[in-house]
């Protein structure tokens, strides 16, 4: 018994030392509100397109919560329990009593936050012992993902006790989460601590940590889902462990008691200090939403008690957000991970259902796994895309239409094209539903349509849908309309059909045919402007309100390949063509002129007569942009495209027959197109064209482009009558001439006097005659220049020479033949003398040429020069010499740009005479005291020494005086006192001084300034008191004049021997300090000679041996 004690009390002591001295257990603190969001939002930045993993905020899941607990104390009964303290003589012991609040130790006291309430179970004096088990069971009513279970006691910790887990895919078993035990093998059957390897990770381990009596109060239990886990960093991957720390129901089974072993006495009071006691249960997780819910919310279905369910996101539902939403069935649901989110997507059914169920199979096939059903707007399959039998799909709201193809005229028994709703018809047969014959088909039946009879290569083929009669084109006629009417002639048109084309021929034939392959020399020619360089010289006008047209200049956009004008006015603005698209163009009768036009303002223009044609009368083809089914004018670009043709239903005002339309295109004198329609607007033209044809043999263009080219089988050959000639009688023949200008104008026979004979008389569009028998005029009416007579004869020898100089012409009057047409020069009846200005013999041989006197003659004077030797007589401008090339004393030869500038190449060699003008000072005199002359090249005077300048006006630098009258001086500036010794007045001499310095050549200093130096000169700097002066110092170093007994450059202190410095010097020191001064001046004059012996002794040479 006494070794049993002191077996108890060893005990009791380690329980001590280990509970005081073992350290606490870390436990994250606990958020107790449910409700909270987590700070992950399911969505990057709120963006519905950028879906992440998310997950509700980390909580206490039991906090509040009822346990049920199978061992309460003081239920039926008080129950009095003793604390174990560690102190046999110590114990502090209490009732448990429920009807006692204070006293009362319930299992809601495990959950709350208050640290000294605590549940406490009945002690073993009411026979809790092993192997009676004690269950704490919560029941989560939802999953949870838990991260750990912590425990607090405020009785010794269990020896032995169980972690239990539920969740809903174990159904009703309970799962071990962890053993603790201090024997585990014995009661548990389980080894110590069993390693955990990877595929087997969902299995609880036995641990005796914690199993020690120690403490005996306060002890602490946490127990982490994943600790020691292999897969825990790949959490994600894992859906062993994901499975692992899920749970709805978590119980705690205690299973023996930590005892002194005393319990085996019996002892009551023993006994009633052993029970299970916890003060805090704790449980830390986060609601389970597989990644797809930041939110758990408290919901309440109808007639069912309230329960927490995931707010869900990413098209998700269910309690933890664990399957799809309905109609997001494209792929299989997952929980969502740090990579990707694995958000539900919609089914994909065209808009045309809201039902669907996820398809394994489908899925597995094409990656999509939504299937649709209960289609609407008669479709059908997987996605809703396909129209059920006899439907096509409309392209407005998805929706399946009914073909209602005719049965009789459609194939396939009334189907339809799927995309399109188009029937299939049988042959001949046409209409929307295949209800009608096609053009150039009639008898519509069982079988089809029959063909038209009518003429396939010169005319419709259009026949009357019942009977088959034929209707002819414009300009068609025979019974199968097989033939063009008289004036038109056959040809095939861009959309391989055959029309009849107007005979023009310029109204002179009515008879023509096309030309073909082989006959035919023009090629198709596109006109064009792309505007790629420049504006390719497009213009704009205005047209006021009275009818006055302006010129206006448009704006290039390279960018953008365009031109365009803004309407600064409230006039009409129009685009006007380059001359290339004007002139004849009749070519382009019936084919089209293009381009794209958009506008700045929305608002709808008012107005018919857009696009204007004008002729060379002033007539007007005009139409507007919506003309021949062409889009309204809008703010984007558009494109038009016009046929120029008289027919009616192309819209061209006025309406003209064919030969009146073609006339105004013969001249065609301006193309405009409306640009601008309000103020303030902005038209712009891009991509603009002209179809016609092109001459291969009158051609300006490259072989290429004509090679590239195909015939313009639209071009007329005209039968021409007699007066006519050429493919089109736009010639007059041989003999023949225009009545009036131009090709429309009949030819009549040339009138050419007799003069003119043989193929070409006179030219055909004006009449002029070629004349012949030395006649002229524009028909032969008179001589030509240099003979005479009368022309209007008729005959060969109507005109005969007049043998004057140059072929000149004459007259022949009283009997003379008189020159009228001297040659430049020349005068006389018979142009044998020199006119005015002129010299030479002309009798002698000596031609008349132009007096030469340089311009230096007035041209009102009479005789210029010498008439025979042309020597120049009346020189002015100060000129001189034989042609008045030189200029006189006292002037010199400048160029004729040396005062004006003229530069003109014509006036290079002429001169100007200048005057010298050279300086009366500086200027080098004659022994008659007269100014030498300039150079006659330059004008530079002779200058006096020192002097510069080409008049001599100005001294060299660093010379001055040029009024000595003997040249300049020079200025002898002193370097060092000069700002610039080459620089002084130019008439005293004075040099540029530096500061404080003064004298004519700067070489002194100020008063009060001494040294002079690179510098200037520095201010005197006396003591007021030491110095006789403070104006005045040496004027070399700056010494100052001191008082009596005053010493220093300054006079700033007294002498030796000497104190007290006023304005009347320094007094003596007393007859003591001669001693002081005397041993001073001893030490003074010993140190001098030691200096000196220490110099000479440096000056040794010492030689190592």
Known sequence: MFISSILFLIIISISIINGQHKPKQKIPEIDPNHFQPSLIPCYQNNN????????????????????????????????????????RLNKYCDVCDINIPQKAHLPKYLTDSENSTFWQSETMAEGIKYPQTINLTINLNKQFEITYVHLKFISPRPESFVIYKKNKNNGNEWIPWQ????????????????????????????????????????GRIAFSTLEGRPSAENFEESEELQDWVTADQIRISLVRMNTFGDEIFGNKKVLSSYYYGISDLAVGGRCKCNGHANKCIKSTGKGLPQKLICECQHNTRGIDCNECAPFYFDRP??????????????????????????????????????????????????????????HWRSPNNNYCKPCNCNINGSLNNGKCNENNGICSCKNGVTGKYCDKCLDGYFGFGINGCKKCLCNNYSNSSICSPLNGKCFCKENVEGEYCDRCKPGYFLIKNNQNNFECFPCFCFGHSSICYSSNNQQNNFIKF?????????????????????????????????KNKLIFIKQECPWKIYFVAPTKYLGDQRFSYGQYLYFSYHKLLEYAPRTSTELQLIGSKGDILSLSFSSQQNPNISTNKTFYKFKIHSNPKYQWNPQLNETDFIKILTNLTSIRIRATFFQGDIGYLSDFGLNSALDVFDSKYSPSVIQHSSSANWIENCNCPPPYSGQFCQ????????????????????????????????????????????????????????????????????????????????????????????????????CEYCSEDYFGHPLFGKPCQKCDCNGNIDPNNIRQCNLFTGQCLQCIHHTTGWNCEKCLPGFWKAPNNYLFGDNNENNKNKFNCIPCNCHQLGTIKNKKGKLFSCSQING?????????GKRCEKCAIGYFNIFSKNGCQPCNCDPLGSLDVTECNQRSGQCKCKNEVIGINCDQCAPKHFGLNSSGCTKCLCNKIGSESIDFCDIRNGQCLCNNNVEGIYCDHCKENYFNSSINGCQKCDDCYSLISS???????????????????????????
């Open 1079 to 1105: 041993k001073r001046d001893f030490i003074k004059e010993e140190m001098f000679k030691f200096k000196q012996k220490m110099d000479n002794l440096l000056k040794i040479k010492v030689i190592f041996v």
């Open 179 to 218: 053993y603790y035990s201090g024997s585990c093998l014995s009661t548990f059957k389980l080894p110590e601590k069993a390693p955990i390897l990877p595929g087997n990770e969902a299995i609880a381990q036995c641990t005796k940590e914690f199993s020690d009596i120690s403490p005996l109060t306060g």
């Open 333 to 390: 649901w997952r929980p969502a991970t740090s990579f990707e989110a694995n958000e539900c997507l919609p089914c994909n059914c065209s808009g045309l259902s809201k039902k669907c169920f996820f398809d394994p199979k489908l899925f597995e096939e094409t990656g999509h796994g939504g299937h649709c059903y209960e289609c609407l707007g008669n479709t059908e399959g997987v996605n809703c895309e396909r129209c059920l039998p006899n």
């Open 731 to 830: 010639f007059c023949a041989p003999g023949f001439k225009r009545e009036f200008p131009g090709p429309l104008s009949k030819c009549i026979p040339c009138k050419c006097n007799g003069h003119s004979f043989g193929g070409k008389m006179c030219e055909p569009e004006t009449g002029i005659c070629y004349c012949k028998h030395n006649t002229a005029g524009n028909t032969c009416e008179r001589c030509a220049n240099g003979f005479y007579g009368d022309a209007l004869t008729g005959t060969s020898e109507d005109c005969k020479p007049c043998n004057c100089p140059g072929g000149g012409a004459c007259i022949y009057l009283d009997k003379q033949l008189i020159c009228t047409e001297c040659p430049e020069g020349y005068t006389g009846p018979r």
């Open 48 to 87: 519905p397109n950028f879906p992440q993993k998310c997950f509700p905020h980390f909580i206490n899941v039991v906090y509040n919560l009822n346990f049920e607990v199978t061992n309460t104390c003081g239920i039926y009964s008080p129950t009095n329990f003793c604390m174990q303290t560690g102190h």
């Open 526 to 558: 596109n006109i064009s402007s792309n505007f790629k360089l420049n504006n390719d010289d497009w213009k704009a006008l205005s047209i006021e309100s009275n009818g006055e047209i302006k010129n206006l200049k448009v704006n290039y956009d390279y």
């Open 940 to 948: 530079q005077c002779k200058c006096l020494p020192n002097v510069i």
